[in-house]
């Protein structure tokens, strides 16, 4: 990397980093148009920038405008990264910081959502206060629902939500505490059970809402009155914003915007700028002109008449929902039907934020053609009102306008002004049907408007409309089908040709965009069946002696899954009473950031002030998966305003290629996306507009490997194949009873931390010195390739780390190639191939189990996924066991080379992959056997002192604990039989239910990577400063830290402060990885407290009474020194992979959990109804950070194993690379309960007998999955078909859908793949 002019540079090295740098008035020269984010002020740092495209929420602030028609306040959360900065003229915009602050006032939102535990990494933290807060202003005495729905537009990766809902409930009036009795008393309320002895005592409590202060809305800021004073000023005028290249400009009359809107007919108005500001940013899209009607009272009202409401173009999407949401109240239920199906689509259309900027107007004019709400207000017969300098005129909200047809459409010159939508009568139906990778806050893959008018009195068709969304590049109308059907009477006849006629008129191309061909074509007809269902009950409950109802198991395919508020309760080992009051190990300490966190002043590497002549970087990356570099022309990006140099590979001092892991592409790339050269500028806008400009040419090499498959043909490796074995697997095989061969595949997993990767790199004047400020899991590995890079001694290099916004694997090694592979590469995809030998009776006497990971194009930890090249350990092979014994059994893995962007390891590291395989298996021999797959996992289970496949010694009594205590106390045989009930009454939705067993390996099979140390320091004044090698990025490894030296010194936490992780105070620290933070840096600070309090101790004794500071002063007249560094040596583990045995892991973590869910076969949609974990916790620490990890990591795993999809197209390029492709699981996904037990055991080889449970419960998400193969099971039961099918993961609506075969998916037409390409690959 080439230092800049001695210039400090920020690196940015993921492409949504932006800038908070100029002044307000500089870039409001710049371009009007900008978003409200980098305009806040530097100093205002509580405004987290993250994905940029209003699909997370970090960027949540609060807009409050005065109505001074209605003379009302309101007050909407909204995404800063999309309101344009113009847009807030007259505006009142409160970030985290106007709530509430620790220099000033922390506000009750800000406060309990710290001491509710609900922040880790802090990044979403900010704007889940604000989203919180923002609805506490509007109703302070919010509904359970309401919470839900005010943070369904926020997304958090680390704390799975549930402590998030349970801060939000404190407010709410309906009792808060376990509402599963309606007692009003918790279930588990420990004075209710009986305890053997105290150290069984269990606690439910990890805070204590005694103190929190009491939400006071008289105590909140007013709205400013000068903006009152601006808004009712008659004498307003046209305001105008010029920019170097755009001119923002705002009407204050109607007509002014009509004479605007003449003058500039090709000028977008920007409402909500929803639609027009992604396009801007994502799509290039220019307009020299923006008209900004916002403020026109003309465009805000609602109209109740007779036949209908009409409804203002202005009317923010949130408004709409309020207005129907009173016709629906007041109006009789016949006449409401379409307002219901408009409200139900807008309870899930994106999140709360989106819903409050963009408009009615805006997104009928729009026209997405994933649209939720056109295809029902085309079925409604909506009209548009138009005006312009002309005239008014109507026109009508049908497929010719929805299909863009110009002769249809509104002039250029003309605006909405309005939108009719008349009551529903008698004899017509409407419906809104939609379905979307998750419930709320993600596009329909398909959803769909219907209605249907009979002549009166009977079931035969007057009228038919049918409008489908996400099927074609506009919402689409079946007119054709329509027609045909008129006079037809409602029954089976009529929907059988419906369907056939329908699918021959909307025909989805097998290679369409966005995939998904069959499962869309088979939704067409679903969702079409959904409905005829819906008008037959609808026919019969108006005249049941004429219209006969549906059958009594047709019932469970007419509604979709309600959204609750999800509730449950945690349950830990109550702190020894004999333990001293002042010693915090054992108690639910709060994150040591959290307060920072909820205020917003918690400083992130993106956070620090700019530094003088700060220039930026932005990159040009590959577009070619596998080519020859043939030329580089840089010409046009060096030729634009602010940039300052374009560095390539040949600027490198030092190595390009170091450890096999390239920092710039030289002569030839190998996947799309890798990094050939970057831009450095004065402003991130412009350095990224002049790396678009850079010219690449290439030429493509052959071969281009994007699949497993594809590598196996080719015989592409990372490394060799590593191996375990024990028995004799070939001898195993002719003995059993049955034979299974099967093949499982796992995909991949985005990251998808918060905090994207942001470097500050300031070179300094002297000795080649260079400081950066970054997240990552590993400095010492940063510091060791920016030292390669620049060929300089890792002495030179000093790197710190305050605090890390989430990271979960993904900022191990990554930040260390600076950014070189960016945000999309980022999981393991795997492929496995097994051979199960079993006995009728479910032992299984032999398993060959052969791993593929697509590794991608570097190593990275690919080898170490598999095997690690430094001592070959081998994470997915030695973990593949999970919790069962298998006497012959062996197990082989290989990396497989692709050319796709390096991969790396993510939380659980090969865990949740190899251990769902095994999962896998047993299920499928407990199909074959007619057991159950309790009954499989039961028999094969470890079951008393045992020796792994790698001859490691264990004792699996806490496995046994924790799978009995799952089974007993989650009620498993009582449901599972409720379950089998309610799938006889129920043809279209089927209930399952699964139990997982755990073993978790923690550790390295390498002794030296579990290393630390620390460094103690002790100041005159008694304050304590603590430093140890980890990295802190959620998981509570700090606080953790603090209570261990709290214990160890004998003093307050208080007096103890723990600033930043830095290569300067501890060098070579390991990663912080593995589970293992608080275990080895917990040991290093114990071991230098420990030489510390040694040191202290004579002093002490001479004056045991005195206090803490007295002895401080004492030691320092005494010269002892009061700074220690403390050891921690490792735990001896190792792997002798030549004779396939070792002592791999430090230890194990045993759980169980237990899941149900319900899905809707004919739509693929499943609801996660509850979850039961026990998790081996032994000594916990700290319960409610232990907590924390464990439902984080369950939700994490469960979107893994559900949600989460990575699509790439057959040429490599990742599709799925921002959240609105990416679906991580938001809070309508959470368990609608949720229980969580810290089962107590011994662990005496780490510190405190406690377990590193970090990751551990990311594979029991898993049990959600094998929930859904068991419902999908049972409808596959029902349907006559066989029961065993290849694990797929992530089980997605589709796959659901999909595998629930039945009429409709034997209808539809199929393509023979040979005959194109399809839009994406499967690469694993
Ligand atoms: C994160 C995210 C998630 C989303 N999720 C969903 C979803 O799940 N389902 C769904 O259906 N949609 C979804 N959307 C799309 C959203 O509904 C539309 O972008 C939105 O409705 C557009 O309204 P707007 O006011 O923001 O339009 P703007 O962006 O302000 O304007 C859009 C266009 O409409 C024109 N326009 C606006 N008002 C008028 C008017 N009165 N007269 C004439 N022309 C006008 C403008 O000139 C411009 O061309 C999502 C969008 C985002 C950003
Ligand atoms: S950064 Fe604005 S919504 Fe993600
Ligand atoms: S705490 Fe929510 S993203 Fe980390």
Redesign the pocket.
């Known amino acids: 990397m080439k230092q800049l002019s001695k210039q400090e540079t920020r690196k940015h090295v993921s492409c949504y980093q932006y800038p908070r740098k100029n002044n307000i008035k500089s870039k409001v020269a710049c371009a009007p148009s900008f978003s409200l984010t980098p305009f806040l002020p530097v100093y205002l740092t509580g405004t987290k920038y993250s994905c940029g495209?209003?699909?997370c929420g970090a960027c949540t602030v609060m807009v409050s405008r005065y109505n001074p028609k209605t003379k009302e306040i309101r007050h909407s959360p909204v995404t800063a990264c999309?309101v344009p900065i113009c847009s807030l003229h007259g505006a009142a915009v409160t970030t985290v910081e106007g709530v509430g602050s620790i220099s000033t006032r922390i506000h009750p939102v800000q406060e309990r959502l710290a001491k509710c535990h609900g922040t880790q990494c802090g990044f979403c933290s900010p704007g889940m206060v604000m989203s919180i807060y923002t609805l506490l202003r509007n109703h302070p005495e919010p509904t359970l629902e309401q919470i839900t729905k005010a943070i369904g537009g926020n997304l958090c990766r680390c704390t799975g939500y549930r402590p998030i809902v349970e801060s939000g409930k404190t407010f709410c009036e309906e009792t808060t505490v376990c509402e599963l009795k309606g007692s009003g008393k918790c279930c588990m309320d420990q004075e209710e059970r009986s305890f053997i002895n105290r150290q069984e005592k269990i606690c439910t409590k990890l805070y204590n809402e005694d103190e929190f202060q009491p939400l006071d809305p008289s105590q909140e800021p007013i709205f400013p009155p000068e903006l009152i004073r601006m808004a009712e000023d008659p004498n307003k005028r046209r305001l105008t914003f010029q920019g170097e290249r755009t001119t923002w400009i705002a009407p204050v009359t109607l007509n002014d915007l009509l004479e605007l809107k003449a003058s500039f007919p090709e000028a977008?108005?920007?409402?909500?700028?929803?639609?027009?500001?992604?396009s801007i940013k994502f799509k290039g899209e220019f307009h020299p002109v923006f008209i900004s009607p916002l403020g026109l009272p003309e465009?805000y009202f609602v109209d109740y008449t007779d036949d209908g409401v009409t409804i203002g173009?202005g009317y923010s999407?949130a408004q709409l929902s309020d207005a129907l949401h009173l016709t629906v109240l007041e109006q009789p239920k016949e006449k409401t039907k379409t307002y219901r199906a408009l409200l139900k689509h807008l309870r899930t259309?994106?999140g709360a934020q989106?819903r409050n900027?963009?408009?009615l107007?805006?997104?009928v004019?729009?026209r997405?053609n994933?649209?939720?709400?056109n295809p029902i207000l085309a079925a409604g017969n909506a009209t548009i009102n138009l005006i312009s300098k002309e005239g008014e005129r109507q026109i009508p909200l049908n497929s010719l306008f929805l299909e863009r047809s110009p002769e249809a459409s509104?002039k250029s010159e003309e605006?909405?002004l309005s939108v009719y939508i008349p009551h529903s009568t008698q004899w017509h139906f409407v419906s809104g049907l939609r379905l979307a990778q998750r419930q709320e806050n993600?596009?329909?893959i398909v959803n769909a408007g219907m209605s249907v008018k009979f002549e009166d009195g009977t079931d035969t068709i007057k009228d038919l409309q049918m409008f489908y969304g996400s099927v074609g590049p506009t919402v689409v109308s079946a007119s054709q089908t329509c027609k045909r059907l008129l006079g037809r009477p409602w029954d089976d006849h009529m929907l059988s040709d419906a369907c056939r006629w329908v699918l021959d008129e909307i025909y989805i191309p097998p290679a369409a965009e966005d995939g998904m061909v069959e499962y869309r074509r088979t939704l067409i007809v679903s969702l079409l069946f959904k409905f005829y269902l819906r008008v037959r009950r609808g026919l019969n409950k108006m005249d049941p002696q004429k219209f006969p109802d549906i059958p009594e198991n047709s019932m469970s395919a007419l509604e979709d899954f309600p959204i609750k508020t999800p509730q449950g309760i945690q349950m830990f080992q109550c702190v020894d009473p004999y333990q001293s009051p002042q010693d915090p190990v054992g108690h639910p300490v709060m994150h040591q950031s959290a307060i920072k966190h909820a205020t917003g002043e918690a400083v992130f590497s993106d956070d620090m002030p700019p530094f003088a002549q700060e220039l930026f970087l932005a990159v040009t990356t590959s577009t070619r998966a596998h080519a020859k570099i043939i030329s580089i022309d840089a010409s046009e990006a060096l030729a634009l305003p602010g940039v300052v140099d374009v560095i390539t590979a040949e600027d490198i001092p030092g190595a390009n290629n170091h450890q096999g892991e390239i920092l710039y592409a030289q002569n030839e790339v190998i996947c799309v996306g890798q990094i050939v050269c970057t831009v450095a500028a004065d402003t991130y806008a412009h350095a990224r507009e002049a790396a678009e400009k850079v010219k690449i040419t290439y030429e493509d090499i052959e071969p281009r490997i994007i699949t497993i498959e594809q590598a196996l043909e080719h015989n592409s490796f990372l490394s060799t194949e590593k191996k375990v074995e024990q028995g004799n697997v070939e001898q195993a095989f002719k003995y059993v009873d049955q034979i299974l061969e099967g093949e499982a595949h796992v995909e991949g997993q985005e990251h998808f931390y918060m905090e994207t990767q942001t470097i500050l790199a300031i070179p300094k004047q002297e000795d080649k010195e260079m400081v950066l400020y970054l997240g990552t899991q590993f400095p010492s590995h940063v510091q060791e390739f920016v030292a390669a890079a620049l060929n300089v001694p890792r002495n030179r290099i000093a790197c710190h780390i305050k605090r890390v916004g989430g990271g979960f694997g993904g900022k191990v090694t990554k930040p260390a190639l600076l950014g070189a592979i960016t945000a999309v590469a980022a999981n393991k995809l795997t492929t496995v191939i097994t051979c199960i030998g079993f006995m009728n009776n479910g032992v299984i006497k032999a398993a060959d189990v052969e791993y593929y990971i697509n590794g991608g194009c570097t190593p990275d930890e690919s080898e170490s996924y598999l095997s690690y090249k430094v001592d070959e350990f081998c994470y997915i092979v030695l973990k593949s066991d999970n919790a069962y014994h298998i006497p012959n059994f062996r197990c082989r893995g290989r990396p497989c080379k692709t050319n796709l962007p390096s991969n790396t390891a993510f939380r659980g590291y090969g865990f949740p992959e190899a251990a769902v395989v095994a999962e896998a298996y047993v299920t499928a021999v407990a199909s074959r056997c007619d057991l159950s797959p309790e009954e499989v996992k039961e028999i094969n289970m470890y079951k008393r002192i045992s020796k792994t496949t790698y001859k490691q010694t264990f004792d699996p009594e806490p496995l046994r604990k924790c799978w009995k205590e799952c089974l007993e106390k989650s009620s498993f045989s009582a449901r599972k039989l409720a379950a089998e009930e309610f799938n006889k009454k129920n043809y279209w939705k089927k209930r399952g239910l699964a139990v997982i067993p755990m073993k978790f390996t923690v550790g390295f099979p390498v002794g030296y990577y579990s290393q630390a140390a620390a460094l103690v320091h002790i100041y005159l004044d008694g304050s304590v400063l603590v430093t140890h090698g980890g990295c802190e990025m959620g998981q509570g490894l700090h606080t953790k830290i603090i209570q261990v030296a709290s214990r160890e010194l004998n003093i307050p936490q208080s007096y103890i402060h723990l600033s930043e992780t830095s290569t300067v105070t501890v060098p070579n620290a390991s990663f912080t990885a593995a589970s293992m933070g608080t275990d080895i840096n917990g040991k290093a600070v114990q071991n230098a407290c420990q030489i510390l309090m040694a040191r202290l101790q004579p002093i002490i004794r001479k004056n045991p009474k005195g206090r803490w500071e007295d002895w401080i002063t004492k030691a320092f007249t005494e010269s002892i020194s009061l700074s220690a560094t403390g050891y921690f040596k490792g735990y001896q583990t190792h792997m002798d992979w030549e004779k396939e045995k070792g002592e791999p892991f430090a230890y194990y973590v045993y759980g169980a959990a237990c899941s149900e869910v319900e899905v809707d076969c004919l739509t693929g949609a499943h609801k996660l109804l509850r979850t039961d974990i026990f998790v081996d916790a032994a000594f916990s620490i700290n319960p409610a950070v232990d907590v924390g990890q464990i439902e984080g990591a369950f939700i994490q795993g469960m979107g893994l194993y559900t949600t989460e999809e990575l699509k790439y197209s057959p040429e490599g390029v990742l599709y799925s690379r921002s959240p609105?492709d990416y679906k991580i699981p938001t809070v309508t996904e959470i368990p609608e309960e949720f229980y969580v037990t810290l089962v107590r055991s011994r662990n005496p080889i780490a510190i405190y007998s406690s377990k590193g449970l970090g990751e551990t419960a990311m594979f029991l998400g898993s049990s959600v999955l094998f929930a859904i193969f068991d419902a999908v099971t049972a409808a596959r039961e029902e349907r006559g078909l066989t029961k065993i099918f290849n694990l797929k993961s992530p089980a997605t609506p589709e796959f659901i859908r999909m595998t629930c075969v039945d009429q409709f998916t034997d209808m539809i037409p199929r393509d023979d793949p040979s005959t194109f390409t399809p839009w994406s690959v499967r690469v694993s």
């Open positions: 495209s209003g699909g999309l977008p108005l920007i409402m909500g700028n929803t639609a027009v500001g992604p465009l173009a999407l259309l994106a989106i900027m963009a408009t107007g805006g997104h004019v729009s997405p994933f649209s939720d709400l509104l605006i909405v993600a596009f329909a609105e």
